[in-house]
Every structure is written in C-alpha cells, then in structure tokens.
C-alpha cells in the first residue's frame, strides 16, 4: 500500500516522487496551510496569548485536497523543509488533518539536500514535530504581528495611510538612513599623491619602466592626508629637482592568499550581486529552483543543498566527493593533506545544516548548461566553484618591495607575480591582475622620465547595496537567512527606500518615518535590542527558553509606551514640492506628492479636487519611431525607463539610458547597455572603453 509524503512545493514534489517510486505519493501543500488572519490581530492577549490560526482563502481548496488525500493513506510523512517556517507549517499540516485522520501515523522527515540517498535516509529516520523550532516560529510571527498591527496604525494617524512599521524593516531602513545622513554631511578633504615613472638606465624598453609612489619623507611615513594641497606640492616637486634616484632596499617575500569559506544564504546573496547584480530576491528564487530540481536527461535533480543555512559545515561524505573531484581535475598539487574548515564569524549560528554545495560535483557547470536557463546557470556555476575552491590549496604570490631614494624622500614600488595558482585555478577564467617589476638590484640608479602629483579628495560612504546591506544585518545578529530577502523586498516595496542604480537610497517618506521611530521607539529600532530579541528567539529553537515570557516581556511596556504615544505625538504634516503647473480641473497649483509607488503629481486642492497624473519629466531626445519627444517615467516599483511622449499611439519604450550623441550611422537615438552604445534604429554600435 501507499504511503503520502507531503512537501511544500510542486516542483519539489515531482523531484521526490521520481526518486521514490510506486509505493509513495507525494503531494504540495503550497506553502503555508494556515496563518493568523490578515483582517485582526489575532492574538488573544488576556488567554495567555493564545493564537487565532485561520485558513487563507486561497489554501481552502489545497487543505480540501490534502484532507481528501490523507484519508487515503495508512502513513503521511511531513517532509517539508528543514527550518523554523518548515516545521511550523509541518505542525499546521498536523493541525489541519487531525480531524479527517482515522488510524492514519504522522511521521516528520528532514533532508537538506533533494537526492534520493538523502531522501531515502532520512525515510529511515523518521521524527515527529519539534516543538521548539515551532515555539521559535510563533514567536517570531507573533513579534513581527503585535509590531506590525500596533504601530503600523500610528503611522497612519501621524504620517499618512499605507505606512507600515516593523520589527526588523524598520532597523534596515534606519541603517539606510543613517548612512544617507552621513552622506550629506560628509565634507570632503582635498590631498595629493606623488608618484614617479621609473627606468632602468641601461635599457630603455618600456617593459623596464614602473611606477613608484612617495610615502615618506625624512624617513618619516607620509599619511594618506599629509599632502594637502597643491602648495606643498609644489614644495615637494622643487625638493625633487635634479634628484637621484637610487635602489634602497629589496625586500622578497612569499604571499598567500586564502580561499573563502563555502556559500551560506548571505554570502551567496552578497556574491551574486556582487557579480551578476542579482536581487537577493532574485537570488533566493534562483537557490529554490536549483533545489527544488530540474529536469536533466529525463531525470529531476536537485543541484544544491538546501539555500537558508548560515553554517559553513560540509558533511563527510560531501567532502570525499570533492576532494576526489579536486584531484581529478586539477591533481594532487591542489590538495590540502586535510580538509579546510571554516568558524563562522556571525553572532549567532542557527540550525546546524550544511553550507550552500553542489549535491553532486560531477554535475559540472559546463556539463548541464544546456538545461539551464542563462540565470539558473551562472548561480550553480558560482556555487560549484566557491565549493571546490573551499577545498583548495592556498594561492601563492612573490611580493617584491623596492624602496628608492630620492634626496631625503622614499618612494615605493610594490611587485605581485603570481607563483602558484592554488584555489584560483578554479576561477581561471578571471584575469589575475599581476603587477611584475622589472629586475632590479640594491644601490642601482634608475632614471626619472616624469612626476606624476595627482589630486584627489575623500569620498563619502558609500549607500548600502542589497548585497552590502545584507553583510551589515548578519554582522549585527538582525534577521536570519530565511529573512533577508523579504526584509529588502518590504522596504523597497512600502515606498521608503528606492534604487538608484545598485544602491539603496532612503526616499523622503523614508526619512520621515524614520525619525518619527528613532525618536519615539529607539529600542523597537535599536540594533542591540533586535540583535538581542534574535538571539532569545534562537534559545526558543534549541529548547534552552520558552516562548512565552520573551513575548509577554515585549509586549506588555511596549503597548504602554504607544498608548502614550498616540496622545503625545502631533500629525506631521508631508511636505509639498510645488511644479507651477496649473490643475485643469480646478486651476489650483499641482505639487508633487509621494506615494506608494513613488512621486505623482496631485492637485494642491486635494479632497476637494482630486486630480492626479503621473509625473513625467521630458528629455531633449527624440522618438526613434515618430520623431516626438522621449520623455522619463516610472514603473509601479519605481524603475525608470524611457518612452515616446504620444503613447498609446507610439508604442516605443526602452529600458536603457539614452546618450547625448546621435548615431554617427543615420542620426537616430543612442542608448547605453553592458558596456556598448547602440543605435535603436540601425545595426551601429560601440564598445565603450574600460574605466
């Protein structure tokens, strides 16, 4: 007789369904079967916190299916995933069939990777629901809820209806914030560098000449800022007239350069932005599918192990493999006598799953392209090679330091060659940038062809990217790995922050609220205090505390504090930015309004008139199409893209940025895309140089 396994999502439910054969079957519950309803708070306070659970409406007809189904079946086996949300839904999926099971067994399963050795083990190992992992599940729902359902109205009253407040967005968007505000006050700080262009003497080949740089100055070391400006420039410059310049010292030595860790969730989010300028939505939605399974050959594999971890450990097993692939393809050379283990750095750690690998590393990227998307491909090839890399030797370079003489000056050249590859043969595609010096000798002479002083001035911070925000909340204990995502996602989408090119900018709503919160709740927005609640809610999961007291102690002064706060704070009044342009309505002024998805003109009048229009900005470029104008709008999510002024009877629209300069071809429009202009009207285009 059949048994009934239940997962989460289709597509890892056709994976598993193959690996088991007849005597399983195995059906997805679509997520979350159960949840606190979305119209109340659902929170019993006064019965000790009890929770109100409902069936969303769009689970109601899965849930029929699933009652339907476990009556068919002595045994269900519970095997969705192995993290705080997959047992709490595990548990609902308990919940739900309780009344419809007759004499069936419920058993609970977890795997981390989706192979049919993990699958088939952990079917050997059955358990039944950890009751820790779900108080941890609950509790941090119910913070998340009672912050949510309580503040989000005071914003409301005070700001504006459709804000929202919470517990962990609101500490990422005062981050934001806080490093804009450090923007506009930074106050750049002029400074010079020197550098001179060297040769050798007895050849004068351009190979032999190099670059060195002053860095001090009476044997004293010149700071980054001592050279403030072009006076004592000029100083510098007059000393050096009709200086010698003579090899001081030589100093060799070997570098090393040490692989990083294996992928766990952030670091992979970090990676892929990095290089492929993936979101980390983007990227968790990639990891799902490479998990979850593909069709390759006729056969659904899941290609990585499960993508929310936050530990560096890789199984025994795992290891073998990839040492044996190692010395397949690179020999013996590249190996470690032992495997590389990594500590994790973050405060906390939570469930012991492996890092992000490969389930097979047979399956090389190369190997299994053609059944990937273009997407799908560059994640698993990234994640392939940080894996094996991982594993490797250590990188060694020659550093050679030449120190060179100049009157009572030091300058200093500095030459990388590259000695072994080591854990970069992985990444032989990348240009290893080698900096080799010409041979060079102590007491030789070299000949000066030209000074080069260089002006420069200190930058502000840099704003956060998705991927350089989500490296500050792990490094402060905010958020988990299955959290990331969705807290970047919320704010961009609430209206408060939005995306200029890669980075995060706080939009004004976004400062408003801000300081509302920091002013009135510091700890809700506090980042020890978020750190702090996360830890409590990893001592939840491990069974050291119970749920309870962690939400009664937050609750109770919490709700006193906003009590006081609904009487005490005054409405804040938005500002208006005025545009000139007459409402033909009601001929009051427009002005420029911020809304859910970003800035729209309104009429000043506002209720009593209450014309809108999306704000438009016109650009001096001509339509490719009908030769009207090009004008610049805004998508819903605040994306900007370029479109002909007489839509709908001109359909052109383009993403890409347009440049100023005609196509030299035919006069049409010119846009900018990955490192080309390309004309929109005929096959002309350019490669534009590297910066």
């Not at 609950?138 to 504006?160: E, F, M, N, T």
Request: proline content about 5%; charged content about 30%; hydrophobic content about 35%.
């Amino acid at each position: 007789m059949k048994n009934l396994v239940i997962v989460e999502s289709p597509a890892k439910a056709k994976t598993i369904e193959k690996f088991l054969g007849s005597s399983y079957k195995v059906i997805a519950s679509y997520g979350h079967v159960r949840d606190l309803p979305r119209g109340e708070f659902g929170i019993d306070v006064e019965n000790n916190f009890r929770l109100k659970y409902v069936i969303p409406a769009k689970a109601r007809k899965r849930v029929n299916i699933l009652k339907k189904e476990a009556q068919k079946y002595p045994l269900i086996i519970l095997a969705t995933d192995p993290d705080r949300e997959g047992e709490a839904i595990a548990w609902h999926i308990t919940q739900i069939l309780e009344p419809a099971k007759k004499n069936q067994v419920c058993q609970r399963i977890v795997f981390y990777e989706i192979t049919k050795k993990a699958i088939c083990e952990a079917l050997k190992n059955p358990r039944g629901i950890d009751f820790n992992l779900v108080d941890a599940q609950q509790a941090r729902r119910v913070l998340d809820r009672i912050v949510g359902y309580k503040l989000s109205p005071l914003l409301w009253k005070k700001v504006k209806s459709g804000l929202s407040a919470g517990r962990v967005q609101s500490v990422a968007l005062k981050l934001i914030v806080e490093r804009e505000r450090e923007i506009q006050s930074f106050k750049p700080q002029e400074y010079w560098k020197i550098e001179a262009l060297l040769q050798k003497i007895l050849n004068s080949k351009s190979e032999n000449q190099f670059i060195a740089t002053l860095t001090k100055k009476d044997d004293k070391v010149i700071p980054k800022l001592g050279i403030k400006n072009k006076k004592e420039v000029d100083k510098i410059l007059a000393d050096l007239k009709n200086a010698e310049y003579k090899v001081t010292k030589i100093t060799e030595k070997e570098t090393k350069r040490y692989p990083r860790p294996p992928f766990i969730t952030s670091t992979l989010q970090q990676d892929a932005f990095n290089k492929f300028r993936f979101s980390t939505k983007k990227t968790m939605f990639l990891a799902q599918q490479l998990y979850e399974g593909i069709e390759i050959e006729s056969r659904r594999l899941g290609l990585i192990t499960y993508m929310r971890t936050d530990s560096f450990h890789l199984a025994q097993e795992a290891l073998e493999k990839i040492r044996n692939k190692i010395k397949a393809l690179y020999g013996q050379d590249y190996l470690p006598l032992k495997p590389c283990t990594y500590k994790n750095k973050a405060k906390t750690t939570q469930e012991a799953h492996e890092a992000i690998r490969p389930t097979d590393v047979d399956l090389e990227p190369e190997k299994i392209k053609n059944y990937l998307t273009a997407d799908q491909y560059k994640l698993y090839k990234l994640i392939w090679q940080r894996t094996l890399a991982s594993q490797m030797k250590e990188a060694l370079f020659d550093e050679i330091v030449c120190d060179i003489q100049a009157k009572n000056y030091t300058f200093q050249a500095k030459g990388l060659k590259l000695k072994f590859l080591g854990f970069l043969k992985v990444y032989e595609e990348i240009k290893l940038k080698e900096n080799i010096l010409p041979p060079l000798k102590e007491g030789e002479i070299l000949k000066l062809k030209r000074l080069i002083p260089q002006q420069k001035f200190t930058e502000p911070p840099k704003r956060y990217t998705e991927g350089s925000l989500v490296k500050k909340l792990e490094e402060n204990g905010i958020g988990r790995p299955s959290t990331y995502a969705p807290i970047i996602t919320t704010i961009q989408e609430r209206g408060y922050v939005t995306k200029e090119k890669k980075y995060l900018k706080p939009k004004e709503i976004g400062f408003i609220v801000n300081d509302l919160l920091t002013q009135h709740f510091p700890k809700i927005i506090d980042i020890g205090f978020t750190a702090k609640m996360e830890v409590e809610l990893d001592k939840i999961a491990q069974g050291q505390i119970k749920w309870l007291p962690v939400i009664k102690n937050f609750y109770y002064p919490f709700i006193d504090h906003l009590k006081n706060k609904f009487a005490e704070i005054e409405k804040i009044k938005l500002p208006e930015k005025k545009t000139g342009e007459i409402c033909e309505k009601c001929g009051r002024e427009m002005v420029i309004k911020e809304g859910r998805f970003g800035e729209f003109l309104a009429c000043s009048g506002f209720p009593q008139c209450q014309n809108t229009k999306p704000l438009i900005e016109e650009t001096k470029f001509l339509c490719p199409l009908c030769g009207n104008k090009v004008i610049k709008r805004k998508t819903k999510n605040s994306q900007v893209f370029y479109g002909c002024s007489s839509y709908p009877s001109c359909k052109f629209a383009t993403w890409d940025e347009p440049v100023e300069k005609p196509c030299p071809k035919c006069q049409g429009l010119m846009v900018k895309k990955k490192g080309i202009i390309k004309c929109l009207r005929c096959d002309y285009q350019e490669v534009l140089p590297k910066v």
